[in-house]
């Protein structure tokens, strides 16, 4: 005899180790993920208990469980991003630090197709790219690097692999342009070195 179960598909979750954001500067973006999940309820059949489940589909659910529900997954890595924005100018030390509050770090970035899914999230958030600074990414440079170009590191220790420097960056013009965020002027996905008080106003969050 076939029983017929219904399943409440994940709809989001209470991410209370963002209150932080949300007091500060709230948060922006929306959950995505590769897989196309209607809304509602699902009905499924099965035979019985024992009945093979879709495991894609209940990856994608459990992984989603993991993050803030305005986060986005990114289905070349399973991470979620999310862009927060300022009413005013953050540092990037700050900006560190409130991605590690909520649970996660400034988003590292390791291959092209991260990259322009970071950026795309970041351009449909009004207000992340604010005059000539885009969000804050998690790349630095080390005291004592060689500059322009040495000893960038990402705050994860994961291995500098891919970059995607604008035209004529990185290029320390001021003498300590040391800490990474996308160009702003005109939004770009191409990166540009500034120092840690720019007038940046966004950071990306990544969790894992």
């Known amino acids: 005899m076939r029983a017929r179960i219904v399943v409440g598909l994940f709809a989001g979750i209470a991410c209370t180790r963002c209150s932080a954001l949300v007091d500060t500067g709230g948060l922006a973006g929306e959950n995505t993920t590769d897989s196309a999940i209607a809304e509602g309820d699902a009905a499924v059949d099965v035979a019985d208990s024992s009945a093979p489940k879709d495991s894609a589909t209940d990856d994608v659910a459990s992984d989603a469980s993991k993050f803030p529900a305005d986060a986005s997954v990114f289905g070349g890595n399973g991470h979620a991003y999310l862009v927060v924005v300022d009413k005013t100018k953050i540092n990037w030390g700050d900006a560190k630090a409130r991605?590690?509050?909520?649970?996660?770090h400034l988003a590292t970035i390791t291959s092209s197709a991260e990259n322009q899914?970071?950026?795309?999230?970041?351009?449909?958030?009004?207000?992340?790219?604010?005059?000539t600074n885009g969000p804050w990414l998690g790349g630095y440079q080390p005291n004592g690097s060689v500059e322009p170009k040495g000893g960038w590191t990402w705050v994860t220790n994961e291995p500098w692999s891919y970059e995607n420097w604008a035209a004529s960056e990185p290029s320390n013009t001021n003498g300590d342009e040391a800490f990474l965020e996308y160009t702003g002027s005109p939004p770009s996905s191409t990166w540009n070195d500034i120092d840690i008080g720019a007038d940046t106003r966004a950071f990306v969050i990544e969790f894992e």
């Open 99 to 104: 991605a590690e509050e909520a649970g996660g």
């Open 117 to 131: 899914f970071v950026y795309q999230l970041a351009a449909g958030v009004q207000g992340a790219f604010y005059t």
